[in-house]
């Protein structure tokens, strides 16, 4: 398997500075535009390393379409991905891509699954920056939605394709320094060495699995066919319990109030039930 | 019931203008943050009209426990409210509640229920004000959880509090114009007055009910018990959709996966069942 080197990365991205992207009068930064100074710098510094291998995930897709113009279909474009798990995580839809030509090209996208792409020889490296204002405490963020991964586990498997992707997390934490923010500490994560019964799927929130990647589980030592079916596994049983839950929580205590007045019968029948 | 005037608010809005909070320079404006000074306005044209009931809710609270200073536990506290539906939905938290004092009160938290609460003999209306640039498509807008309003519903039932509490909302579309926020139009809606078939809950969005305040159905013309027992009705059925639209998404697709591998009579138990 291909690798980049993220103890470098991260290790170039401790104590540096970046301009604020807005004045220190105007009050605390906040959310995701806060930090994008230093996923920019993130990909400055892996494209320095690796040249002609790292894209962002539109210039990706802009690139492979470009370099074949005679491919014009949807059926052409997708064949492209050499990975029938890679054309799943990473292609736009149906309608765009058929849309796409070189006048129209892809731009950024904010639910894009990859900040950064490194592709090289049929290697598909997904990269994910998340930055953190460490002055302030932060419930995880959202990383990638759980259904979303457990439909890639299911083609890796369909697939066999256990060695050509790979997904990564970097955390960047800054603090305000005067006119910067400065990077104060830089954590990586491998999503494929996280145990995946310790991801926290938010069902509320769109299904997101959410970590901090400074906290992210890092210890197991399975194959990967075996992680992608323990994440289905996991997944599934989050599920239902999650249906569960939704049943006791809000199903069952209001039964009681939709039932009695329609009628006598029903009203006896709603007595056994709950009572 | 006593009544808010509507009507006067919304057209006293029509073409006000604004200080635009950022410079037209910086780019557009997006977010809550931007329609700020218009749910300001709001509150003070309704401060006007009715200068001793009006309220921020946090405000109210204050009030309240200011005035009775030998109200001390939570129990007291609580007891201050004349209706636990409104109890429900304005009190804060038992931890917050007890450290309560003079010196320590409460100040505006983001998932308060109300904007703005008109209170007057004993009758409770909880407005929000939802502001709208008009210049973006938008998403309807989070209004309140529909796991709330259940609750409140059956809290209304328990207690038979159909007459004492009102929830209204406000949208304000505004349009940047120059360094200038202008409203080009406003709407009000009742919640209770919108058949409750209509309202949309987004499971996957923390159970909002979302909608935009201008479409906002306004045909129901049952009694506020029929409305509060109909709401149960829908928020149940629709809960159980969910578990079987979860059951059929992300539970079906995925079992072949996680049992094929385990044991020989699992395996033909699973081929029986899925083929």
Known sequence: ?????????????????????????????????AGEPFEKSVYRKLKEMYPNRIFKQYEY?????????????????????????????LSRGTEATKKWSP????????NDTADILYYHDDFY??????????SKTAMPPNIIS??????????????????NINIDYLEIDWIEDGNYLKCVD??????????????????????????????LDQSWEGTREEWARYYLKVF??????????????????????IKEDTCVDCKQENTQRLD
């Open 1 to 33: 398997m291909n690798s980049v080197d993220f103890t470098t990365v991260v290790s170039s991205m401790k104590n540096q500075k970046v301009d604020r992207p807005n004045r220190a009068s105007v009050g605390t930064l906040s959310g995701h535009a």
């Open 61 to 89: 897709l802009n690139d492979i379409y470009l370099k074949h113009p005679k491919h014009i279909t949807i059926e052409q474009r997708y064949a492209l991905f050499k990975s029938p798990t890679a054309l799943f995580l």
């Open 103 to 110: 006048e129209n090209i892809f731009e950024e996208k904010q």
């Open 125 to 134: 490296n997904i990269i994910d920056v998340k930055t953190r204002n460490k």
């Open 146 to 163: 759980a259904y979303k991964l457990a439909e890639m586990c299911a083609l890796m498997i369909d697939n066999e394709e256990y060695e």
């Open 186 to 215: 830089a954590h990586h994560g491998n999503l494929f060495k996280a145990n995946p019964e310790t991801l926290y799927i938010n069902w509320a929130a769109a299904m997101q699995v959410q970590f901090h990647v400074c906290n």
């Open 236 to 257: 599934v049983t989050s599920a239902e319990h999650r249906c569960q839950k939704m049943r006791e929580m809000y199903i069952i205590p209001f039964l009681k109030y």
